[in-house]
């Protein structure tokens, strides 16, 4: 049992990964939408969410060419409840998980097949676009 809890330990001991956490409180993500809130690279991002897997803290899904990520829904792990009640009560009014949501909005207006293939790039010419839209100013 200390090695189950060692590794859930080791897996929010990681400011990214606890930023993967509370970005997917509110549902699943998509690979490419969670990379572009972290502005990681897709290798790391890909890393971080094995590690969170591995400990029994997230599921995942496959659409076609997307995999979508969410937070366990069944116990893989004993300590996993704990540990994502833990993240989500202590991190509640934390300013860069608070930003992580501010950008998450933008990634949710952009689709994610247009996410995926222009990455961060494609929440900027998304704003472009709405600027520029119904004669607002360009």
Known sequence: MLETFETVA??????SRVRILKLLENGELCVCQITTVLDLAPATVSKHL??????????????GKWV???????????????FLDLVG????DDPT???DRRVLALVNAVPVQV???????ALFSNAQAQST??????
């Open 10 to 15: 080791k897996a929010v001991a990681d400011p």
């Open 50 to 63: 094995a590690a969170l897997k591995t400990a029994g803290l997230l599921q995942q899904r496959r659409d």
């Open 68 to 82: 979508y990520y969410r937070l366990a829904e069944r116990d893989f792990n004993a300590y996993a409840r704990s």
């Open 89 to 92: 009560a202590s991190m509640k």
């Open 97 to 99: 998980t608070a930003e």
């Open 115 to 121: 996410l995926c293939d222009q990455g961060r790039a």
């Open 133 to 138: 839209c119904c004669g607002g100013p360009p």
